[in-house]
């Protein structure tokens, strides 16, 4: 850690944050850039808050070198974790694709699309039971119904179920039901739900914010790994600019990023990142191609007709064609679907 | 609401369009712009989830021309709020100061900036006792002993109490203690969180996520006020932009802006907005010239040796400077203090 | 395009409204919704300025439904065009690479890299003679010197010179040296600029400003158009966000989007759009499956000593073996190298 | 500046960055943090470009301690600049008010603004004779027509005059008309016409990019300031965010934040800020409250006829209370108008 101390600081200034860093155990090293002092700050930086420091008197800037997160990092654990999901390996060399319709509406809809999803190669289905809406007068859900129907979509396809957690006191419910628990990017640094999932042992399929770095995504992970569940399944869905065309901004960045930052598995979410049915198999190669684990699809069988999120759905047809695209480009990155 | 539709939409398209909206109980107006099929829909569009008319086959684009709130907007109600907390009304003439420490730490700390908040003319006491931090590693407040000791405090000075709930299931807990419940900025879209808060009567403070839209901010409002809690405060903390020698941007077009869409109270939190205590003083003067209805302020006896957050409060002494220029820029807009 | 007007909009503001379209000779049509009045505009509405509306009293918001840019969109001409830069065409079956260092620092730094990259199969060399640079004390470049420089290049490897040219006046000087005119980032929205390389024919490459949409940067390529000149190549290169650890955020969306909306050839600058070497590998071949015509990289035959960018090029082994990667993906998605 | 190793570094790549830093006449000081490798790096640093050493074999990151702006930065000179207009002194204790049209229409359209702007408290005209258009449909000027048609009104009403240049080869003929040569928004990094305008003595007024930082700005004065010309006036004229019900988002913390850095004045354009004629008066006053030592309005005798920028120009009317507000806020801080 480096502190940057102002021009106009006093000799006091300066000796009372070398007293303070000394307290908390590190051992300091003054010296001077351009006529400012600049103190490095060395020992066990982890657990210490920076933000106690950048409020000394005489103090301009307090920059980290290391980084935050922990058990996430693949300084941790340099292999990459591969996260067993109802024998479904995710972050191996098989791709993970994970489909389904936005919401659970009718046990016909669902189990159509599950044949549909089964039968071109996906892996899981998905599906929300529990909808969280902008708009409190958008319909929410058909909740523990929805999660029933999901368990004997399971039942008749073996496709394993990743639905939505949206609370603490819903995670026993939703454990019940579903093989993975999905915590939705508006509840990203919902903290209280990620010490409850954090407790299970239940694979966890994180999605990062919309208005979140990669850096706070990984220290929401961090927050479930440190309750003990080291399942945690990462997903990029595309962040909030100023772009407005698209819904969100795909971070294609963000996936050989995290490849490098973390050992955690990583899969991208083209519904949500693109917002237009139009985009999304252009994106699901994209992905593939920058080394995601897998994808997270939204495919109905009547866009049309669809409760929520028709615009950004794929028929089954269209996400048969993009299962046979991503075959092939995962040959050419070496995974296979 | 208006439907374009793309270049090469067929009539069969265009038909089935009609169709739905008619079933929608609207009256489509059908017409044609530069070659393109455009649709505009006339009837009550509240309730109409126009994503769904999104979704449908030749479909361009979808633009609503009237706005998703409703109880909260200023057509429905054209005269200010006033929200009474413990006879403090917030809305009104008079300028509504909550301020306080980032988090409760001990007894003595609280009651001293309590002490020096209401000597300087602060109605409302801020301060956290669970506090949601970034990093699994930082302290996470005191929880039921910090809310005693802000209870404490309320008796020894007749400030009213603001403290932040960060799940449902703490709702009833904090209401005990609380004056105002705080839905802290992670947490605006939280809606089981803001539907507890809407089943109570309680003044909420409801936070403006780093990443929201005024008009989502408006939309989280319209959660709680549909559940039959009409006493909502809103504040505008900063957002988050590509900036970074500050640790927001506080965004003051949302002051006035707010102040046209919506009947509710605004303040402002110029601590998280700026992130720096040597901003806080002139970027409250703004936010009161702009018209809002209060500030929400970070005040430490001792920022230096603060818990959380010492780099962006101010002290005692700083926070009594601003009062008297709160005063004189009160004044020159017509409001009390 | 469709006229809201206020609440409070007056029967005379309404009929001014009317008056005013049909002047612009456009025809009107009055209609309510939730007690809004909504005027929509039918008639030729390509070089109307929605501007002026928006400036009536009692006019609330003013909505486009039609796109502002015409020459450069897919309605004007269905087919993608190709754009012939020394026989390479850029658009079409073939996958164009670009590459070559930021900047060109020496005669034998050039040669050096230009035959690498021609050996490895790239078709053109970039390499900046003019440089903007965010510091008036950071090298602004060789100037005419680099430009003799990148012509010998040519004469000895035969590949086609991308170079950027930065004002007016040095359009005449730059294209006697270059085979494509590169538009920079920072000033894709300098009009004087645009208009000057419009009038001549030589191909253009427009990169994307990090903080322009795409719509923008379709309205910059109208300008070269409707000058004229229809040599228009579009390069995506990253956008600013609020992430850090990442130098721009590349808006992949974009690529597919642009194929959606525009006629012209896209490629994409994986080095600007990254600014890390150990991610340029990855996110090239997302690009290459997402659908772009074409690559613009950074090589450098030793980036520890680049006089500038040398933590964003990679070396001529790994453009090997990227070349090697894109040949793969480019078969995955029917192209070839 | 200090660099911090990734893990993986060698013994050879430290002491390759540890002799490298060196020979650039630093003195380097290696220590470790929590398993990493850090260097500290001591010596003048201005002129160094930390890119080149981003680039070095095992390096993570290079983080600057110092700021890259030297002339610009109010440590170079702790005093604020008072820039000379005609006698108008811009920085000091009184307010500069720039008000007028977007674009020169006719002469009595000027002649009526520039009467009102002197009668209301203005003390500088602002008209448009270039206009950077988005769309090259859009009417672009009245060009030298404009200059002269601004001299006269300047003569008529002792106003000076603030008008936009484009490019270099404008920069004598604006010159010969203007008082203060205005750099837009878009050309902000035009680094060729920075150097023009840095080669004439004129007051500059430079206009913040919507999408670039403050740090950014700073540095394209000192372009100017570089060139000899230490006549430059800072614009804040919003940024451009997520949000859209505004035009752009006023970025108040820099109003403070720069009278911090920098000891150039600084104004604040609320008309593009906001992009709404209807929150122009509140925003005015937020500006002059947080500190600005002036503002830039668009006024119009007829908004609703106006060539350009309607929407967010205020008539004289309303420019003539916006001036009573300022001069009661300008009270309130100790400034006079």
């Not at 908390?24 to 657990?47: A, F, N, R, T, Y």
């Not at 979509?153 to 454990?175: D, H, K, Y």
């Not at 903290?191 to 299970?200: D, F, M, P, R, S």
């Not at 985009?279 to 920058?290: E, G, N």
């Amino acid at each position: 850690m480096i502190i940057t101390m102002k021009l106009g600081a006093t000799e006091a200034d300066i000796r009372y944050v070398l007293k303070r860093a000394q307290s908390l155990g590190l051992k300091p090293h003054l010296s001077e850039q351009g006529g400012q002092k600049v103190i490095g700050l060395l020992g066990d930086l982890h657990g210490l808050d920076s933000d106690s420091l950048r409020a000394l008197r005489g103090v301009d800037k307090v920059q980290r070198s290391t980084r935050p997160f922990r058990l996430a990092s693949r300084d941790f654990r340099s292999e990459g974790s591969v996260i067993q999901v109802r024998g479904c390996p995710v972050g191996g060399n098989l791709l993970a694709v994970m489909a389904g319709p936005c919401s659970v509406e009718t046990r016909d809809q669902l189990l159509t699309t599950a044949l549909a999803v089964r039968d071109a190669g996906g892996r899981m289905l998905r599906g929300g039971a529990f909808k969280p809406r902008s708009s409190p007068y958008s319909w929410q859900g058909l909740a523990e119904e929805g999660l029933r129907i999901l368990a004997d979509a399971r039942e008749a396809t073996g496709l394993a179920i990743v639905t939505e957690v949206m609370s603490p006191e819903q995670v026993p419910l939703v454990s019940r039901y579903a093989d993975v628990l999905q915590i939705g990017a508006r509840n990203m640094q919902n903290y209280a739900l990620l010490n409850a999932v954090g407790e299970t042992r239940m694979p966890v399929l994180l999605k990062r914010s919309m208005m979140s770095t990669v850096e706070e995504l990984l220290l929401c992970a961090e927050y479930i790994l440190s309750n003990g569940n080291p399942n945690v399944i990462l997903c990029e869905r595309g962040i909030r600019t100023f772009e407005t065309y698209t819904r969100n901004t795909l971070d294609i960045n963000a996936v050989p990023l995290l490849k490098e930052l973390t050992h955690l598995p990583v899969v991208v979410d083209p519904s949500h990142a693109t917002g237009k049915s139009s985009l999304v198999r252009a994106v699901s190669r994209a992905a593939i191609a920058a080394g995601a684990d897998g994808l997270l699809i939204e495919v109905h069988p009547d866009p049309e007709n669809a409760w929520s999120d028709g615009f950004q759905s794929i028929t089954p047809r269209e996400f048969g064609q993009l299962m046979e695209e991503i075959r092939v480009i995962g040959t050419a990155v070496g995974r296979t679907v």
